[in-house]
């Protein structure tokens, strides 16, 4: 059964729309109890980084949340600043983050001085995943997902990226240690390639 986290934040309907319409078992998550048989969690968020790490530790679900993840090994999707809310800290802000996946969260800054993109990255991209990697398969190179974001996850091992996009410069889009993934761009919004990607964490 896969708890979707609902601690204020997130496009929550979104993601059990289409785990419904899949007939795959989930749970929309309020409570430490409602986490009860979970085999894997999804970390939803929008918004600020300080807000958001506020609303989750003030959720009562969060302590419950370590134990499954770091203690009972249980995968967990953290999307969008729920992807960010995985590294130590950010620029955004001055709370500290899970520290589950090493890395820190900048803002995008652009390599080429001349580049004529802006913040925040909104719309359409395609990524560039390592292939090996089962949350990632059989996704379609051209279609791509919708990213809306002004910071990026910076891994302190670059073996934790396992998919990139470009936006004035490359960056980490998907990032994995062990049981923990995040994900920048939002599956719950990115059609068929977000259906399939939730439906292969599902499945991991």
Known sequence: MIAILHYGLGNIKAFANIYHEANIPFRVAESAEDLNGASKI?????????????????????????????????????????????????????????????????????????????????????????????????????????????YRFE??????AIAHADYGARFACVVREKNVYGMQCHPEKSHHNGIRLLKNFAEL
């Open 42 to 150: 999804i970390l939803p968020g929008v918004g600020s980084f300080d807000h958001a790490v506020r609303q989750f530790r003030h959720s009562g679900m969060a302590e419950r949340v370590e134990e499954l993840v770091m203690g009972d090994h249980i995968p967990v999707l953290g999307v969008c600043v729920g992807m960010q809310m995985l590294a130590r800290s950010s620029e955004e802000g001055s709370e500290s983050g899970l520290g589950w996946i090493p890395g820190v969260v900048r803002k995008i800054r652009f390599t080429d001085t001349n580049a004529r993109e802006l913040l925040p990255h909104m719309g359409w991209n395609t990524i560039d995943p390592d292939d090996r990697e089962p949350l990632l398969a059989g996704l379609d190179p051209v279609a791509g997902f919708y990213f809306l974001h002004s």
């Open 155 to 160: 891994c302190d091992n670059e073996a934790n």
